[in-house]
Every structure is written in C-alpha cells, then in structure tokens.
C-alpha cells in the first residue's frame, strides 16, 4: 500500500548514499570497490528471488557463486578495503562534510603567495609540487619529509624549490595555510600517462587517486602548472583560473 511517510524516507536514504558517495567515493580507488559491492548485493538478491520463486538449481547456483565472489572480493579489494576503512576513520573529512555549508573567511595573503611563488617558478621553469591534502590519510604518503610549520610565503617556497637546495625534489605540505613540510615523497601513479609527464606529474596522480589531496606541479621541462585532483591532471594556462582554482581549495583546508 503507497504511504507517502515510506516514500518520505526512501527519499532521505537515497540522498544520505548520495552525499556519502560524492564526499568520499566518487573519483577515488574505493569507487571499485563500491561498485563490486553493489553487483555482489544484487546477485545475492537475485539468488533469494529464484529460490522464493522455487528455481531452487538456478537459486543454488547464483547462491554460491555469490559466496564465491564475496571471497574473492576481500582478497582482490584488499588495498581497497584498508583505504576505505582509514578514509571512514578520517576525522577530518567527517568535519569537513559536516561543516561544509559554513561561510570561511578568505586568506588572501597565502592565496598571493602561493599564485605568485608559482607564476614566477613557472616563468623560470623552476619545477615544483605542493600538496594541499583535504580529504588526505597520513599513510598514503610514503615520507613526509622535514617538519617546517611555517607561514605561507611566496620567498618560502622559492627557496624550498630552488634546484640547489636537498629539498627542492620533494613535495611541499600545506596544511591550515602553513607550510606543514617540505622533501615529502608521495606515490606514484600506476596509471600509463603521457610521454610529456614527469616523475612530479606521476607522484602529483598518485596522490590524488589515492586520496582527496588537492596537488599542484609546476613542470621543470616547460614550465606548465597543473593541479591533480581524483586521478585527473588539469593544466592551467589562465592565472585567473589558477587563482579561482586555489582559492577554492584553500577553502577546503
């Protein structure tokens, strides 16, 4: 019988999957995993209703291959599973969604450091990468690098990447618009990229597949910026875009 109060409820139901989808699975490594799980659900559905409706060899069947395929899913998921699980516990991300209608100031003295640093290493084809971690688990970067906990500055960051110093091939980590660490070393993209694409370009994808990392490179060879973000590397040629671009994501920090 139609009840409007069960409609009213599948409705939120669908919505709440929804908003957990696209706040922490969309675009991500779990994404797999979410899909496996949802085929799985319904080869288990589909095996009851073969056995309510008395196709009890057909019923059989489905039923074990469900059992079979469930298995089979912890093993071949496996590293899925273990960053599903840490992103589930990331309290961060949790605050984050909670918190995302709220109003934030803008802080456009790091905004200004950070685009001007990048146009000028950018001109001079001073390569460079900078993390902005988001929805970002600690495990998933191999190495930090050394603490810095410093404010944000455009001379910082000049100095962090110029090719003398022991830093200036690692990763820089900004957290709460500060500079958190420099010489991070972050994993590399598995993923067949094109010829033109260094190794800060395959770390910058690596990051972002694996978490909800924000990561901007500057390429040493032709002095493009791009910005990676769930798997997906997007070059900017626009210094106002850059800047829209930045701003958004210093947001999110």
């Not at 080869?43 to 060899?57: E, G, T």
């Amino acid at each position: 019988m139609f009840s409007w109060v069960g409609l009213i409820q599948i409705v939120i139901i669908v919505g709440m999957i929804w908003v957990f989808y696209r706040s922490f699975i969309k675009n991500t490594h779990s994404e797999k995993l979410v899909r496996g799980l949802i085929g799985l659900a319904a080869l288990w559905v589909l095996s009851f209703i073969c056995s309510w409706a008395h196709l009890d060899l057909l019923g059989a069947f489905l039923h074990g291959m469900a059992l079979f395929l469930s298995i089979s899913l912890i093993v071949v998921f496996q590293p899925e599973l273990r960053k599903f699980i840490a992103l589930m516990g990331n309290v961060d991300e949790w605050r984050r969604v909670l918190k995302r209608g709220e109003i934030k100031t803008k802080d456009t003295k790091t905004l200004d450091a950070i685009v001007g640093a990048v146009e000028y290493m950018s001109s001079k084809r001073t390569g460079a990468l900078i993390v902005f971690p988001g929805t970002m688990d600690d495990t998933v970067i191999e190495k930090k690098g050394v603490l810095i906990n410093g404010r944000v500055s455009s001379e910082l960051l000049l100095t962090i990447f110029f090719n003398k110093t022991p830093l200036h091939d690692g990763a820089v980590i900004i957290e709460k618009n500060r500079i958190a660490y420099a010489g991070a070393i972050l994993p590399l993209s598995q993923n067949n990229l094109n010829w033109k694409y260094g190794t800060r370009h395959r770390a910058a994808l690596g990051m972002s597949e694996v978490s909800g990392a924000s990561v901007l490179v500057v390429s040493e060879e032709s002095g493009d910026i791009s910005i990676a973000e769930k798997g997906k590397i997007t070059k900017y040629d626009d210094v106002k875009k850059l800047r829209a671009k930045l701003e958004k994501i210093l947001l999110k920090n």
